[in-house]
């Protein structure tokens, strides 16, 4: 009989203690249940920077600090938070899988800490119209839709595919698009031709389906990874063709200017690309304005 009352009594407690617990967390803004923290990537990425510039210049961030660890960290902390639909603010940048699979949103920026929004422009070397006009056709009518990237790069994450083989699933469901871009246009017989991108998921995708759209009308194709600097340079001094990489105007906007005039810009291939910090629908915060600082 104690024994049952004395767990009784704990039991009591244990549930005015939850009780209380939870009405703290009720009582908490939106700005202290997040712990004044950004759940951002790298230390070293350019967007890491970009969230300190953030913290610095609005003062409803002020004293906030940033977390930084990994994308793969970041993502996990993302859904383990939108499963309970717990508030967070991420490090955040489209096309990418993560709005395909979660409901997320854009603060908005009103300083413009984070640049207006984007597009990726393709570029070849000096020469390309005359010494690759067929090629030179098809890679000026490219284009895409940001939606339809993040789909493909979704794909590739849940079902654990590589990005060369979520582009051929792309251009094998998407004839319609891939005559647009062939219409009119003679096969080659093994002309070669080199493209270059850098190595993010989304530029994979589009440069792998151009890859193999190329391949299909009889080119030779090297398809190669680079860092921008140096697929900047190797488009201005011609040891590439073509890419569908840069993201102008912010992103790459300083080595565009620093090689503009050594290649020839065919303008863009998708437009609304966009970098930033973003939160999940459920969220009534839309700005970045919309928080407390934690001084």
């Not at 009720?26 to 249940?33: G, I, Y």
């Not at 093994?190 to 993010?200: F, Q, R, S, Y």
């Amino acid at each position: 009989m104690f024994k049952w009352k004395k767990l009784g009594i704990i039991a009591g407690v244990s549930l005015s203690l939850f009780i209380a617990g939870c009405g703290q967390d009720e009582d908490q803004s939106v700005s202290e249940q997040m712990d004044f923290t950004i759940t951002g990537l790298e230390p070293g990425a350019g967007q890491t920077e970009l969230n300190n510039q953030a913290i610095e210049e609005y003062e409803s961030l002020a004293g906030w600090e940033q977390q930084t660890s990994s994308t793969g960290a970041m993502l996990s902390a993302l859904d383990k938070a939108y499963k309970n639909e717990e508030p967070i603010m991420i490090t955040a940048w489209s096309p990418h899988y993560m709005f395909a699979k979660w409901d997320l949103k854009y603060l908005e920026d009103p300083i413009g800490v984070f640049g207006q929004e984007q597009h990726a422009a393709t570029i070849i070397k000096k020469g390309v119209e005359d010494e690759l006009p067929n090629a030179y056709t098809i890679l000026d009518r490219f284009n895409f839709e940001v939606p339809e990237i993040e789909a493909a790069l979704f794909t590739a994450n849940e079902e654990g595919l590589e990005i060369a083989e979520v582009a051929q699933q792309w251009v094998d469901d998407n004839p319609e698009a891939v005559a647009s871009w062939t219409e009119g246009v003679d096969p080659v017989d093994g002309k070669p031709i080199e493209l270059v991108a850098t190595p993010w998921d989304d530029m994979l995708f589009t440069g792998n389906v151009a890859r193999i759209v190329l391949e299909q009308q009889g080119f030779d194709v090297t398809f190669t990874p680079l860092d921008p600097a140096v697929l900047f340079e190797s488009i201005s001094n011609g040891e590439a063709d073509a890419t569908l990489s840069p993201w102008v105007p912010t992103t790459h906007g300083h080595l565009y200017e620093e090689y503009e005039g050594e290649f020839v810009d065919l303008g863009p291939n998708f437009e609304g690309a966009k970098i930033g910090l973003a939160v999940p629908t459920y969220m009534e915060e839309d700005s970045l304005e919309d928080f407390e600082p934690a001084e």
